[in-house]
């Protein structure tokens, strides 16, 4: 266990939960439209998750390269900065995840389409480039915009895609609001770093924003994710009972209220946890009200 806790630590578990609802929402959708595939399930499920904890790996390795992760910084022991892990096994730790989820990807690719291998490459390329390669977007407050794109668009689309090949017009209206509770994940992060991310030059949208906006944008994330829900469901554009997401609406309340008034580091920790949950929790139960 000793040599495994490093990279658990790693792998960041809090926050695996963002590409697990996407997967929910876009099979959901697939079982109540008759077309699901316990194996498309499955393997996306599997894949989706490697490529998060891949991510994480990458940003560990890249961060610490950069400066980014000093003593000074508020939040979870990062491996590669603290001396847990070397870079280089860090790497070849992406390498081995990376793989596997490939692996996944041809599979799914054999059973729905070519399109399969398209976003599985696109995710992986975003993954490493977020804080790494020429130019680390992460870096330049797009970070939010590609957690949207990748982990609400393509996860929900790419989940429903699996199944039969197709993507609904369904799928792509219920990405907005599980793209958005994604998003506020990294917000809330953003926020609890700010400051040290602003010392190591890192400038994400909170840094850009302040942390008076960077705390508005959250809660206009997490609420509008509801929002556009509870529209689309009204309109009949989605399943009606897509709906049942909204149960979800009366933890947005605690969480929003600690990012708005705390600045502590571990009460911010906490409060993105929460928002991890809070996303896993109305991707759930949108499922539940898609496969209905």
Not at 93 to 101: E, H, K, N, R, T
Request: a positive charge; glycine letters at 12%; charged letters at 10%.
């Amino acid at each position: 266990m000793s040599r495994l806790r490093p990279w658990l630590i790693a792998a960041r578990p809090a926050t695996l939960w963002a590409s697990v609802a996407p997967v929910l929402v876009g099979s959901g959708l697939a079982w109540g439209q008759g077309v699901f595939r316990a194996d498309g399930f499955a393997v996306a499920l599997v894949s989706a998750v490697l490529i998060n904890i891949g991510a994480n790996f990458a940003n560990d390795a890249s961060d610490a390269r950069r400066g980014a992760d000093g003593a000074a910084r508020i939040g979870p022991t990062r491996a590669v900065a603290s001396g847990l892990i070397s870079p280089r096994r860090m790497w070849a730790g992406v390498a081995v995840v990376f793989a596997l989820a490939s692996a996944g990807g041809i599979y799914l690719a054999l059973i729905a389409g070519w399109p399969v291998l398209v976003i599985g490459a696109a995710c992986l390329l975003a993954a490493v480039g977020y804080t790494g390669g020429p130019f680390p977007y992460g870096y330049r407050a797009m970070g939010e915009a590609a957690v949207f794109v990748f982990f609400g668009l393509a996860g929900t689309v790419g989940s429903r895609f699996v199944h039969d090949g197709t993507a609904p017009l369904a799928a792509w209206l219920l990405a907005i609001p599980v793209g958005m509770l994604v998003s506020a994940i990294l917000v809330a992060n953003n926020v609890r770093d700010l400051d040290t991310d602003r010392a190591a030059g890192k400038r994400t949208l909170a840094v850009l924003l302040g942390r008076r906006g960077a705390r508005w944008l959250f809660a206009g994330l997490v609420w509008g994710a509801f929002a556009a829900l509870a529209v689309e469901a009204a309109a009949g554009r989605v399943p009606r009972l897509t709906a049942l997401g909204l149960l979800a609406v009366p933890l947005t309340i605690p969480v929003v209220l600690t990012v708005n008034r705390e600045t502590a580091g571990p009460v911010l920790i906490r409060a993105l946890q929460a928002t991890a949950r809070l996303n896993l929790l109305a991707g759930a139960l949108i499922a539940v009200g898609a496969a209905l």
